[in-house]
């Protein structure tokens, strides 16, 4: 079948649609996309599965590691002042697992805008078909609604007119069986009346959902993002309550990314599916809920030259007729004005109206031609396969490194907060600011003293 102008599966297409596929059975499923089949939507199902997998042995891993911090410590010598050994590296690993989760964030904006690019760029594209559709059925409706009234006045007056000359209401009367003839080809060219499925809505559809998938992945980034810059600020303060608050934050947002990462790897198969070989399932697709012919829609999903034009005959007999129409208006003028100058009048009415149905005759010729309709599907195919696809992949990796960065910075910040520092007196006389926390403690009431024990006041 012949592909859209300028749509070419991607290397990714054909990556992703080369993967083993397998139902709840593990059995082999078959790669073509047929989402009505309980074995195909199993083996998405089991894709997606695989994300929630991967959060369970997150869990079960932060878990071992936590209560191996809590409960296999070794005793700290009492009077012990310094540090354990090793805290900066731990306090340093997990700054550097939330600055990878930012990175992460940054991807995941960049995901967000080109799925949207690609959503909207198929929106647009079924809105520009909906537009050559109702033309259509427009200048139809208009052309057979001039011809049906030329017949009934302009052609009715001019037989009266002309009752006299026997040859003259025949040549009339064959202008009327031929505008007749011509409004009835016309009506057969509406190929998309009366069809329950609208270009229309399926795009305010789409529309409305990408409208609600946009805002829910931007709210998912802000809230990772405000979770690593509080946490990054938990640790530069070393307040506890803060690195504890946003540790169970940290917890909540693991559990998204990892549910995020499950929709899209199952999104992404399923579309490299649809995108490896979309003309088939969309022709079905179409038939089915339209009930046009196979040859119409052929014609204008592939455009080849292997399918030759369903309405050729009704575009050939309709100029034919309106070539006789326009002779035999002609052939009236010159005989039928000199000896009834009273038709004059009715036949130039007549040469109007046939001027306007040929104008729209010509376009109508252009607008049934494959070339605008295929235009608009690879338009959308381009948009839904590689914008949104490549987007899609992208928020996969946002997805892949905010459960990494999460999970690691899970399994360092109890080992970070263990590390700060308890508040003392000392700490004021030495000036040291990181040792503070945010909120001062509550002084008791009495005569304030003038040092601190064991500390003195340094000359300037």
């Known amino acids: 079948m012949g592909a859209p102008p300028g749509y070419r599966p991607s290397a990714w297409v054909h990556l992703l649609h080369q993967l083993p596929r397998a139902d709840f059975q593990l059995r082999p499923v078959p790669s073509g996309f047929a989402p009505q089949e309980q074995e195909y939507q199993q083996a998405l199902l089991l894709v997606a599965a695989l994300a929630g997998l991967g959060l369970g042995l997150s869990l079960i891993f932060i878990a071992v590691y936590l209560i191996r911090f809590c409960c296999c410590r070794p005793p700290e010598p009492p009077g012990a002042k310094s540090p354990p050994p090793g805290g900066g590296c731990v306090t340093w690993s997990c700054i550097a697992a939330l600055l990878v989760g930012c990175a992460g964030i940054g991807i995941g904006f960049y995901g967000n805008s080109e799925t949207s690019d690609g959503v909207s760029q198929l929106s647009s594209a ?35 007119v002309l009752a006299q000359r026997t040859e003259l209401v025949a040549a009339a009367r064959g202008a009327r069986r031929q505008a007749e003839a011509v409004a009835q080809q016309l ?21 409305f959902v990408e409208e609600y998938r946009w805002l829910a992945y931007v709210l998912l980034l802000l809230l990772e993002l405000l979770v690593c810059l509080f946490t990054l600020l938990g640790l530069a303060k070393q307040s506890k309550w803060l690195v504890i608050v946003m540790t169970v934050m ?19 198969v399923g579309l490299s599916d649809f995108c490896s070989s979309p003309d088939t399932y969309i022709l079905n697709l179409t038939q089915e809920e339209t009930g046009l012919s196979s040859d119409i829609l052929s014609y204008y999903f592939l455009c080849n030259q292997a399918v030759s034009n369903p309405f050729q005959q009704r575009l050939t007999l309709s100029q034919r007729a309106l070539a ?59 948009g839904l396969c590689e914008d949104a696809l490549e987007g899609l992949l992208f928020l996969l990796l946002f997805s892949l490194l905010s459960a990494g960065a999460l999970a690691t910075a899970l399994c360092s910040l109890p080992r970070a907060w263990a590390l700060f520092p308890p508040r003392n007196p000392s700490a004021s006389c030495s000036g040291s600011h990181l040792s503070e926390p945010l909120f001062p403690a509550r002084l008791e009431t009495g005569p304030l003293p ?11």
């Open 126 to 160: 079924l809105l520009h078909a909906n537009h050559t559709l109702s033309a259509i059925d427009h200048l139809v409706s208009e052309t057979v609604e001039r011809l049906g009234e030329a017949v009934r006045t302009e052609l009715t007056t001019l037989e009266e």
């Open 187 to 207: 009506q057969e060219l509406a190929f998309w009346r009366g069809v329950p499925l609208s270009p229309l809505q399926v795009a305010e559809d789409v529309s």
């Open 250 to 268: 940290s917890l909540l947002v693991l559990v998204l990314s990892w549910g995020s990462m499950g929709l899209e790897a199952a999104t992404a």
């Open 324 to 382: 006789n129409i326009h002779s035999q208006l002609q052939g009236l003028e010159r005989e039928a004005v000199p000896q009834f100058p009273s038709a004059q009048k009715p036949l130039l009415s007549l040469e109007e109206t046939l001027n306007v149905t040929e104008g729209n005759f010509h376009q109508l010729v252009a607008l049934l031609h494959c070339r605008g309709l295929h235009k608009d599907y690879g338009a959308a195919l381009r």
């Open 450 to 460: 003038r040092s601190f024990p064991g500390c003195r006041r340094r000359p300037h």
